[in-house]
């Protein structure tokens, strides 16, 4: 029901930054948790960060100090800012929203209600 397109992947070398962007649908967006995940090719979906409705941040700690969750409600938008990018950080990057949250951890990929089609990180050493 709600659609989320990511966008600003790209390839980049070790060091650089990037800003990913996280657009959804729908007149509810104030009301979601936003999560972002990245799935390595032949590796499990792993969680990076996420930001609650009432703008409370999680991150991984690998991330912790690198990238910064935010979003602005006005624009159904969230975002991933990424700095000192490693190449352990090449994935692809998937937004994800809790629509129900009743108490479920956003740490955990499965209590998402909908997801964005991804956008491919690749950082070069």
């Known amino acids: 029901q709600v659609q989320l397109v990511e966008s600003g992947g790209g390839l980049v070398q070790a060091g650089d930054s990037l800003s990913l962007s996280c657009v959804a649908s729908?007149?509810?967006?104030?009301?979601?948790?936003v999560g972002w995940f990245r799935q390595a090719p032949g590796k499990e979906r792993e969680f990076v960060a996420a930001i609650t409705w009432s703008e409370r941040t999680y991150y991984q700690d690998s991330v912790k100090g690198r990238f910064t969750i935010s979003r602005d409600n006005t624009k159904n938008t969230a975002y991933l800012q990424m700095n000192k990018l490693e190449p352990a950080d090449t994935a692809v990057y998937y937004c994800g929203i809790q629509e129900e949250n009743n108490l479920r951890t956003v740490r955990d990929a499965s209590n998402y209600d909908a997801w964005g089609q991804g956008t491919l990180v690749t950082v070069s050493s």
């Open positions: 729908g007149q509810a967006f104030s009301t979601y948790h």
